[in-house]
């Protein structure tokens, strides 16, 4: 036997709900007595467990992807980017399936850079500028072979760092910057075989804790 239902949508004040459609985003204006209210889109936050889920997916739903794989521990985040057309390398850009221009890129702390060389006899400010994330350095051919950390402008950017050579590693702070309670512009030596994290405790890369 069929039920007919009456349900009664009860408003709290002017505050409505507006979710991303097939269409991608878009606004709704409602009626209400006190006048007109337009509702914007809320944007939700999506979690999956493999790249592949995330190939079938677009910003029209989500903004936000959280990739937590099953067998580990670790999460990634990842923002849309509209007009990337940069290829799928499987970790830090992922291309949906049913999209030419747009990509999933990977939140710059998360980042991996596999292949990353120091510079022979490098000082600061000529040798190459760490990139976002997480560096393995492959080859200091020399011992105290340099790279030197980004200026970033952000208090609390983490950037990690694994000498995988026979070498020890210097890394140089930025112009003025220092690492923990050593003087300025001073370089920190990464022995062989070893890794380290750097977090930003000051804006502009003027301080940087190591752990």
């Known amino acids: 036997m069929a039920q007919q239902r009456t349900i009664t949508k009860v408003l709290a ?13 878009t606004t709704v204006t409602q009626t ?3 006048g007109p209210v337009t509702v914007t889109p809320l944007n939700i936050v999506g979690v999956v467990s493999s790249t592949d889920e995330m190939r079938q997916l677009t910003s029209r739903i989500y903004e936000v992807i959280i990739l937590t ?6 999460a990634n985040s990842y923002f849309w980017e509209d007009l990337s057309v940069a290829d799928d390398d499987g970790y830090n850009v992922i291309k949906p399936a049913d999209s030419d221009v747009g990509r999933w890129t990977i939140d710059p702390n998360s980042k991996i850079t596999p292949l990353f060389v120091a510079k022979d006899g490098g000082v600061q ?7 976002d994330g997480f560096t393995v350095v492959t080859t200091v051919a020399t011992p105290n072979a340099s790279v030197t950390m980004p200026d970033t402008e952000i208090k609390g950017r983490s950037y990690k760092v694994s000498n ?8 140089f702070p930025a112009v ?3 690492f923990d309670s050593g003087a300025a512009d001073a370089p920190k030596i990464v022995p062989a075989g070893t890794a380290i994290m750097f977090i930003s405790t000051l804006a502009n890369g003027g301080s940087w804790t190591t752990y």
């Open 176 to 178: 003025g910057a220092k």
């Open 13 to 25: 004040g002017e505050e409505d709900l507006l979710f991303k459609g097939p269409g991608g985003a």
């Open 32 to 34: 209400r007595q006190s």
């Open 69 to 74: 794989p099953n067998d580990e521990i670790a």
């Open 125 to 131: 400010g000529d040798s190459p500028i760490l990139p």
């Open 164 to 171: 995988i050579t026979a070498n020890d590693l210097q890394i």
